[in-house]
Every structure is written in structure tokens, then in C-alpha cells.
């Protein structure tokens, strides 16, 4: 674990319980947040969409950004507060447009099929208002509950920016890194700079703790792994780290499966992520002893409910109880969940 600030070290330790198992305590019952809590599934967000205009203007709207990422602390009491924002926010300030295409996902404009970065004109100032939602949000939480902040890792954006919308397979991504490596990266290279500037930056602003969210992570060859997921983590890691030692570090590489171990010892990273494939009794074993944990409930237990969702649950709390436990889903709660469900997980859990 790294050296942190006396005063937060009190202020953590007795008061926010998510930020106490990043630093290695254990607690029972385990703290919780699920991602993308601040969501479809929620009325209240629906709503607040409907009337701003869509995802992006929310992203880029404090007031609202941080409505919404305060709208499941106040329904649910979560320990962590994830902001409402977007990973693909670096390439829009790197110089490409972005949009949402409704039911499909996200564009991004001009695709970089080439590598070309010429064509990408530097526009950090679309990074503002994200820090200033961050503020809002730190202004209005309980005392108890951890802001985290996230980012992007280096391969699963460019995956985006190199093909302009998500793929199944990330071929472009992968087919540019093949077949002019140089060019692959300098924009690895390009992602990762921006990428500290803005974790700094939601550092300053307030976040306790950071997620790096790597969804691609698994869709590459052991050599193109170290490449394009294990060197750039470590990177970032290694320049937040010394920049802000006092912001915890989540890594969550979604499809790595066993290269967990791996990624675990390369990148540095503070605590790890497990998506909903992995057996935690797995992980349990392989991962450094003491190492916090963070997962992995299978979102669609979530939506199941009932005895699945509570026989997933307890299997998840018998595999991890020797450990620093984060309570979570193994990747984003889906819209159609029933809010009822996310209740009686919560009751569950917290007894
Ligand atoms: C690949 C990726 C993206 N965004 C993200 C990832 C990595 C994690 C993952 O694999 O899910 C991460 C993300 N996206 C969002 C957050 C906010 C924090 C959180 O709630 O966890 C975070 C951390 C909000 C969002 N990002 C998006 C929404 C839905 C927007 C809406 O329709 O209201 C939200 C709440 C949209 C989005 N954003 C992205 C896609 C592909 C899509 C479309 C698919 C979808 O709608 O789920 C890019």
C-alpha cells in the first residue's frame, strides 16, 4: 500500500468504508457500488435525459452530471459514488467528434483507421465541466460514501478511435496495431498522456479513488497484451501514483481470465475488478494475499433476482471473506433491472 496523508488517513480510516478495504482493511458487510449505477434503470434518470437532450449534453452539464451521480447515493446509500461522465470524453478532447447514435452507441469522427493523428486537433477544455461536476459532487456527499472517478485504459479507447463506433471484435484496432505498430503507438502514446492529465485532474477536483476501465482488455494475443494493455496501465499507474499518491487505483480489465495474475503484478494497480466469468475462489487463490478485490456479481443475476441472485451472492462473500472485499457486479447494471431487486441485494448484503 502507498503512503497517504495523515489527515486523510483518519478522515478515510473511521469514516468512508470503500476507501478503507481500497487501503487494504477488511469489512463486514462489505462495501458496495455497482457500475453504471447512475443509469437507465432508474426513473429519475430517465427523466432528467428526456429533458436535457441526451447523454452527452448530461456528460458535459454539472449541474446535472452531478444530479446523477448523487441520484443513486440518495435512493440506495451505495458507498461509492462513481461520476456520471463517459470514457470516451479523451477522445472528444483529443480533437474528435463524438455522438451517441440512439440504440446503437457511440461515433466518433474521423475515424483514425490509419493512425493518423494529424488529423486530431487538441481540445482539453471539453474536459472542464467534468471537474467541476466532480466539485459539485464532493460538496454534496455523505460524509461516509468515497467519490471515484475513472478513466478509459489506453487499448479500450483507442479501439474506439481507431474504428469510430464499437465493434465486435475490435478488428480495427487490432489490424492497425499489426500492421504499422509505430503509428498504433503514438496514439497509445497520445491516450496515455491525456489520460494523467485528466485523473490528476479529477484528483484535484475531489475523487478519492480511480477506476481504470480496460472492457477490451481480452480480445488481444499474449504479445499485443503486454503491449497495448499491460505497459500502458502501468504507465498511468506509475504518473498518477506519483503525482497523487494519496488516490487509490481500481483496475478493472474485463476477459482477461487467468492473465489476471499478471496484469495484477504488471500494472501496479491498487486493487483489481473481476468481471462476472471469473470464479472468485479463483481469484482468491491466485491474487496476492491482502490485495482488495472488487466484483463480481453477474449483472444478469442481478436482473433474476430470487434464489440466483441470492445464491450468487452468498458464493461470491464465501469466496472473498479473508480478503479486503468491494461488493460489485462483474460489469454494468443492465437497464431492464428491477429496482426491487437492487433492494433486496443491498438488504442482503448489509443484513
Ligand atoms: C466501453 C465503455 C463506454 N463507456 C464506458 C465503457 C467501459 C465500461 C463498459 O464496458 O461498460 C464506461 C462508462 N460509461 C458510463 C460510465 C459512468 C459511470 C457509471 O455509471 O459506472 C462509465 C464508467 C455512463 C454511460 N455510458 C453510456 C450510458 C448510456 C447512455 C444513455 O443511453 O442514457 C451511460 C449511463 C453509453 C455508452 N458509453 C459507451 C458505450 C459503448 C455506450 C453505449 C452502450 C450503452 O448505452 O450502454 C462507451
New binding site residues.
Given amino acids: 500500500m502507498h503512503p497517504i496523508p495523515a489527515e486523510l488517513t483518519l478522515e478515510t480510516a473511521v469514516e468512508r468504508p470503500l476507501l478503507a478495504v481500497l487501503r487494504g482493511e477488511r469489512r463486514d458487510p462489505p462495501p458496495v457500488w455497482l ?6 434503470y432508474l426513473p429519475e434518470y430517465r427523466a432528467l ?1 428526456e429533458e436535457k437532450g441526451g ?1 452527452l449534453a448530461l456528460c458535459y452539464d454539472p449541474e446535472a452530471a452531478a444530479e446523477i451521480t448523487l441520484q443513486p447515493i440518495r435512493r440506495f446509500g451505495f458507498d461509492g459514488a ?7 470524453v479523451i477522445p472528444h478532447a483529443l480533437g474528435q467528434e463524438l455522438w ?1 447514435e440512439a440504440g446503437e ?2 461515433r466518433l469522427a474521423p475515424p483514425l483507421l490509419d493512425g493518423d493523428l494529424l488529423m486530431l486537433v487538441a481540445a482539453r477544455e471539453r474536459l472542464a465541466p467534468i471537474y467541476e461536476t466532480v466539485k459539485r459532487v464532493v460538496a454534496g456527499l455523505p460524509g461516509e460514501t468515497t467519490m471515484l472517478g ?1 478513466a ?1 485504459s489506453p487499448w ?1 479507447v483507442a479501439t ?1 478511435m481507431v474504428a469510430g463506433a ?1 465493434s465486435k471484435d475490435q478488428g480495427a484496432a487490432r489490424r492497425l496495431a499489426y500492421r504499422d505498430p509505430g503509428a498504433f503507438q503514438r496514439l497509445i502514446d497520445v491516450i496515455v498522456a491525456a489520460t494523467i492529465d485528466y485523473l490528476v485532474g479529477q484528483v484535484d477536483a475531489g475523487v478519492m479513488a480511480i477506476q481504470l ?1 480496460d ?1 477490451w482488455a481480452g480480445s488481444l494475443a499474449p504479445d499485443e497484451f503486454r503491449k497495448w494493455v499491460l505497459a500502458p496501465n502501468r504507465a498511468i499507474v506509475d504518473a498518477v501514483r506519483a503525482a497523487r499518491p494519496h488516490a487509490a487505483i481500481i483496475g478493472f480489465p ?1 476477459g482477461i481470465g487467468e492473465k489476471l495474475s499478471v496484469y495484477v503484478r504488471e500494472t501496479g494497480v491498487d486493487a483489481v475488478g473481476l468481471d462476472e466469468t471469473i470464479d472468485p475462489f479463483w481469484a482468491d487463490g491466485a491474487l496476492p494475499r491482502g490485495m482488495p478485490v472488487q466484483g463480481n456479481l453477474d449483472p444478469l443475476a442481478l436482473v433474476a433476482g430470487g434464489a440466483a441472485l441470492e445464491s450468487a451472492v452468498a458464493r461470491i462473500r464465501a469466496a472473498l471473506k479473508d480478503r479486503p472485499h468491494i461488493f460489485n457486479l462483474g ?2 447494471i443492465v437497464p431492464e433491472t428491477p429496482i426491487v431487486h437492487v433492494e433486496h441485494l443491498l438488504a442482503m448484503l448489509r443484513g
Fill in positions: 457500475m453504471r449505477q447512475a443509469g437507465r435525459r447523454f462513481i461520476l456520471f461522465s463517459d470514457i470516451l451517441f452507441g457511440p475513472f478509459g479500450t474506439y464499437g476501465f472492457s474485463k460489469h454494468g
